[in-house]
């Protein structure tokens, strides 16, 4: 098992910055991939940007340029920097841990709020 809690969401105008957090726990093997993803009101969940542990990201195209992901693979961790953010990036973020090493295994975590005012 993988636990997982993030942390960093909140309010924050359009144009503004936050920072969020997620530290993994539990059973985790050396090769993963660690990501957020989003879920606004109403529609499904949707990948925010993930990151493997040799470092490759991915991102959803609305926020290219605009958020950064990162991790310590020591501590555990990853990071999603959130800049020029703007009203359509309101939703809850849930970090998500992956590995394969026994089948598609998928971890969540809580979900932090996200909410930006115009």
């Known amino acids: 098992q993988v636990q997982l809690v993030e942390s960093g969401g909140g309010l924050v105008q359009a144009g503004g910055s936050l920072r969020l957090s997620c530290l993994a726990s539990?059973?985790?093997?050396?090769?993963?991939?660690m990501g957020w993803y989003s879920q606004a009101p109403g529609k499904q969940r949707e990948l925010v940007a993930i990151i493997t542990s040799s470092k490759t990201t991915r991102y959803r195209d609305s926020v290219k340029g605009r958020f950064t992901i990162s991790r310590d693979n020591a501590k555990n961790t990853v990071w999603l920097q959130m800049n020029s953010l703007k009203p359509d990036d309101t939703a809850v973020y849930y970090c998500?841990?992956?590995?394969?090493?026994?089948?598609?295994?998928?971890?969540w975590g809580q979900g932090t709020q996200v909410t930006v005012s115009s």
């Open positions: 539990g059973s985790i093997f050396s090769i993963n991939t």
């Open positions: 998500n841990y992956r590995d394969y090493n026994r089948g598609v295994y998928d971890s």
